[in-house]
């Protein structure tokens, strides 16, 4: 048996190895960013609000935090049921500024707003887009009184 021989079974084995090692992210980037974007953004900005420790906003936090939360729990539902893994999301689209929380928390709430406006809404969905939109919604008029 020569080297050419040999040469051939193990580059096809390691081309096939290549490929299951890398076909699941290949799968999860062809899932269409939208939801998993919104997913992502609402995750950071409620971690900038829990940041943030003024006790004069803390009532608008609190419930800003909540409709997020509801945000982000409907729109897994629509994600999972447009064929998205909604524990697979992107980094958030933009960095943040730890020392503005508030500011950056609805920076990434628009965004998420936009992303959930450009997802589709299956009709077994019965609303979730919608909800969604007004949780995010909520969120930021519970934040207005201090930067709008």
Known sequence: MNMRTLKSPVTAAFVLLTLVILAPGTQAKAQGPAYLHAISDLRSAREYLQRDASPEREHARHHAIDEIT????????????????????????SGGDPDAPIHTAIR????ARSDVDHGRDMPQ??????????HIDKALRELQPWFF
Do not use: C, M
């Open 125 to 134: 969905n019965n609303g979730l887009r919608e909800r969604s939109v007004d």
């Open 108 to 111: 990434l709430l628009k965004e």
């Open 70 to 93: 509801a945000a982000i729990q409907d729109i897994k539902v629509a994600a999972a049921d447009d064929g998205k893994n909604p524990w697979r999301t992107p980094p958030p689209q």
